[in-house]
């Protein structure tokens, strides 16, 4: 019990140094992780590479692939991009082997270990800009003092309690099949295929299991990191379960194949790796296997991945979602790390989803006054409209609430100063999104009062009324094309001019109808109005602020 005890707090260890890492580099890496995704929408070479990149930051393939569903479940990816970015994790997730194997038990680790604990510290603790490395170089110090002990605890073991993993050996390819059964149960029982990986390198190290185990061990691992993203995926929309599908054939095809060719695979290691994998080196063959082994797998499923899409296309089908259910989204994470700043890039892809809700509620308005007029079954129109304004005007409201809740959750995590002002900022312009579907939802509920008392505008007025509409309306276009991202100081001009604009047509409006009602026009049709033109003139100050969010969104 001492030694099992002893294994889990240095294992607990090394995965919160991984953790603590992680958030660091995350938080230093700031507005870059957060435009990393414009590079997934290039060609299928450019989705591995950023996968990978994502990985080896982040050093958790599970947390990688878990951001990936839930990115496509949201829209944000599609299943081919998916597919190159889950390829490209796969090799990213190697880099732990190769810290842990170059570093780990090359050097003394305590002499690493202890003073990076302590720079660490002293650099988090200061306020200066660049404290979040100070996090990273902490959680690096604290992964490795978990290492140590981890390596201190294997040699404690008596040679029967590790007896029926030593009997695997000299089995052929059914040793292989028990020892990827061994790696497979132990990385879904801690949820992370880095940290199983350097146990099994320890063990290795240790000269507990032979080459061979190790190697099986470690294939197993690729199949037991998937369960993050299957769990993730439940519940999702198909596209989701679609990338989540991905994930295990990938990983399941690839070590079948592994095990069926382990000898020249392993032959191929020997072939590339200097020395032998004998005492220390064992370590250094086990972490080119795991590479290796990504690498080739990517390298034969890249060329069929529109094959590989249609075939999870097919095996999951896509149904018919209804236009507007309940909205609800999810914070993701990995079991044991989290990625706030990716998590912020899916929240900014749904504040544009809202955007979009709100430019056609403004459209569908549109599209009815201009043919009200000679329309003969006006209320019929009207009613329709101001059923279809609810609908979504209620369904904003709920992304306003859901989306409110997934930016606090975020906030609740490692985050740096400018991530912490970014999610002020979008939470500023959820409000105004919905406040605009407000005013939306107002103006129809305008048009029928006038439809059911008879107070239709007259060409006059409408002939004064477009230009304003249509200036709004720019102006909602304007913003809209550039959420996610920092106006330029000329946009932030062409703004505040646009909403000057605005104002004056509204004044110029106001007193046309105040004109009207004093020439002897119906007073109810000119009050509604001018009622008409203030629900207007609230948009524009709605996207004018949503303007001036978006001038300081990354400061």
Not at 121 to 127: I, P, R
Not at 292 to 297: E, L, P, R, S, W
Not at 468 to 481: H, I, K, M, Q, T
Request: glycine share 10%.
């Amino acid at each position: 019990m001492a030694v099992l005890f002893s294994i889990a707090g240095s294992l607990g260890l090394f995965l919160y140094g991984m953790k603590v890492m992680s958030d660091g580099i995350q938080q230093a890496a700031g507005q870059r992780m957060q435009k990393v995704l414009s590079f997934m929408t290039g060609n299928r070479l450019a989705a591995v590479i950023t996968g990978f990149g994502v990985t080896a930051v982040i050093q958790s393939s599970s947390a990688t692939t878990v951001m990936v569903v839930s990115f496509v479940n949201a829209g944000l990816l599609t299943l081919r991009q998916a597919i190159g970015v889950i390829m490209g994790a796969n090799i990213g997730t190697t880099i732990t082997a190769w810290i842990v194997s170059l570093i780990g038990f090359s050097l003394k680790i305590s002499a690493v270990a202890l003073p990076a604990v302590g720079v660490g510290f002293v650099l988090s603790a200061v306020k200066w800009k660049h404290k979040d490395l100070g996090t990273a170089v902490l959680g690096f110090g604290i992964l490795f003092m978990g290492l140590d002990l981890l390596t201190k605890s294997m040699p404690r073991l008596s040679p029967d309690t590790l007896a029926f993993i030593g009997s695997f050996s000299g089995r052929g390819f059914v040793s292989m099949l028990l020892g990827a059964g061994v790696g497979l149960v132990i990385t879904l029982l801690i949820h992370s295929s880095s940290a199983s990986t350097a146990i099994f390198l320890t063990m290795a190290y240790q000269g507990m299991i032979p080459y061979e185990t190790g190697a099986a061990m470690i294939l197993g691992a690729n199949i037991g990191t998937t369960i993050d993203a299957a769990l993730a995926s439940v519940g999702g929309k198909p596209a989701a379960r679609q990338a989540a599908l991905v994930h295990v054939l990938f990983n399941v095809i690839g070590t079948v194949w592994a095990l069926c060719f382990s000898r020249p695979l392993l032959a191929l290691v020997d072939l590339v790796t200097p020395g032998l994998p004998e005492g220390g080196g064992i370590t250094t063959h086990l972490a080119m296997l795991h590479t290796v082994f990504n690498t080739v797998n990517t390298l034969l499923f890249l060329p069929f991945m529109g094959q590989f899409a249609a075939l999870v296309s097919w095996i999951i089908r896509d149904r018919d979602e209804p236009a507007l259910a309940h909205y609800s989204i999810a914070y993701s994470s990995g079991a044991f790390q989290n990625t706030p700043e990716l998590n912020i890039v899916r929240a900014e892809k749904e504040i544009q989803d809202m955007a979009g809700i709100v430019a056609s509620m403004y459209s569908r308005i549109g599209g009815v006054l201009t043919t009200l007029k000679e329309n003969a079954e006006k209320e019929a129109v009207v009613e329709a409209l101001t059923g279809e304004m609810r609908e979504k005007e209620s369904y904003a409201d709920e992304m306003r609430e859901e989306l409110t809740h997934f930016l606090m959750e975020c906030t609740r995590q490692q985050l740096n100063y400018r991530s912490e002002r970014r999610i002020s900022r979008l939470l500023r312009i959820i409000a105004d999104l919905e406040n605009m579907t407000d005013d939306c939802y107002g103006v129809s509920l305008i048009l029928e009062r006038s439809v059911k008392k008879d107070l239709v505008f007259k060409g006059k007025e409408m002939k004064a009324l477009a230009p304003y509409a249509g200036l709004v309306g720019e102006f909602l276009d304007f913003v809209r094309s550039r959420l996610g991202r920092k106006l330029s100081p000329e946009e932030t001009e062409q703004a505040a001019l646009t909403e000057e604009r605005i104002n004056r047509a509204r004044n110029k409006l106001r007193k046309y109808g105040q004109k009207r009602i004093e020439a002897g026009e119906n007073v109810k049709t000119e009050m509604l109005f001018i009622d008409f033109v203030r629900r207007l003139e609230h948009l524009g100050d709605y996207c004018y602020s949503i303007s001036e969010a978006l001038a300081h969104l990354e400061d």
